[in-house]
């Protein structure tokens, strides 16, 4: 057990399988381990270098390992996918991890701390209620629809149809549907009630993070966003450039190029979906505000927007949001607003 130097684990819920080599790469330990022996093993080993996959628990993990002195890395599971040989099973993904720790090249994610993923949590719960609200209000409209009642669409369409469901004098309602359209309306008020919750909460938080209230000053970005964006991202040295913090989200298009010609798809959708959303939605409420008031600080946004549709204009513009956060980050700025065109 000594001449343990690199050790892969694949992580589970209940039953953990560990892989150990030593400094000539060859197996020292390979065995199972049940949640409650995870610690008490990594206790009594000298430190070495240790590999998880980034997925549920791991960073709970990272951070008890590394208290026992061991170096910890946690890799993206579709870097470590490759390095599986044959028939999938946590013998095999243990073996691949230990090795795929080992890469010169290989890929790390940053070990977030409790407070960050406290952070995530707020956000993750605030999309929960979102989701259930979209949930709610479509079954209110389907429902409604099938005794023929219509509403027009938006905020204001859900409120005639919620009126109409409290007055009981409106008989094109049945009284045994009254009483689930109540419940279902009741569930509605209780989720709006937590959405706005959750946003007093992720608002306070965002007052008392230095990097969080710069962020706010970049075009498009609001508490959700800068919040969101200070607690996925904890170390941004990790990205070598504001186009690779770009790329993670998955704001930046595929590539199919070879022979020296370039090859350029639509965006790859391979990081974090959350904050993809949540720039595009910041970057078309820019491009709303611009149409609306006429003008815009951003005129290379215009010429886009002239020959492009205003969906691929707001991918431009997250895009480019994403690559400000970065430096702003990194370099530990504010943001400066760009001086006028004519200038």
């Known amino acids: 057990m000594d001449k343990v130097s690199t050790l892969g684990i694949d992580i589970a819920k209940n039953v953990f399988q560990v892989h150990g080599v030593d400094e000539a790469s060859e197996i020292v330990v390979r065995r199972q381990l049940e949640r409650i022996q995870v610690l008490k093993f990594f206790a009594k080993l000298p430190a070495c270098l240790v590999g998880l996959e980034a997925c549920a628990t791991s960073h709970h993990w990272a951070r008890e390992l590394s208290k026992l002195g061991h170096d910890v890395r946690l890799m993206p599971p579709r870097y470590v996918k490759p390095y599986v040989k044959r028939n999938k099973n946590d013998a ?47 079954a209110i409209r389907a429902h409604m629809a099938e005794f023929g009642i219509v509403a027009g669409i938006g905020r204001n369409g859900v409120e005639k149809l919620l009126h109409i469901i409290t007055k009981a004098q409106d008989k094109r309602v049945p009284e045994t549907a009254r009483e689930s359209f109540l419940a279902l309306a009741a569930q509605l008020e209780l989720v709006k009630r937590q959405i706005l ?92 505000r611009a149409k609306q008031l006429g003008y815009t600080r951003h005129p290379w946004l215009v010429k886009l927007m002239e020959r492009r549709s205003p969906k691929i204009a707001a991918i431009a513009l997250a895009n480019k949001i994403a690559r400000i956060a970065w430096a702003m980050m990194v370099r530990n700025e504010s943001y400066r607003t760009p001086l006028p065109a004519s200038v």
Not at 99 to 109: I, K, L
Not at 242 to 247: E, F, N, V
Not at 267 to 278: D, T
């Open 92 to 138: 095999a993904d243990a073996e691949a991890i230990c090795e795929a720790v080992q890469r010169p090249n290989m890929r790390f994610v940053p070990i977030k701390s409790p407070e960050q993923q406290s952070v995530l949590m707020m956000h993750r719960t605030r999309q929960l209620f979102v989701r259930q609200r979209t949930s709610l209000i479509n």
């Open 197 to 288: 919750q959750a946003d007093r909460r992720v608002l306070a938080w965002h007052r008392t993070n230095k990097t969080s209230k710069r962020l706010e000053a970049i075009p498009g970005v609001g508490p959700l966003i800068a919040s969101a964006l200070v607690a996925s991202v904890p170390d941004p040295s990790a990205f070598r450039s504001g186009r690779d913090l770009s790329a993670w989200i998955g704001l930046v298009p595929k590539q199919n190029s070879t022979g020296g010609k370039d090859r350029l798809g639509s965006i790859s959708k391979a990081g974090n979906r959350y904050l993809r959303q949540i720039l595009v939605v910041g970057a078309l409420s820019v491009i709303k």
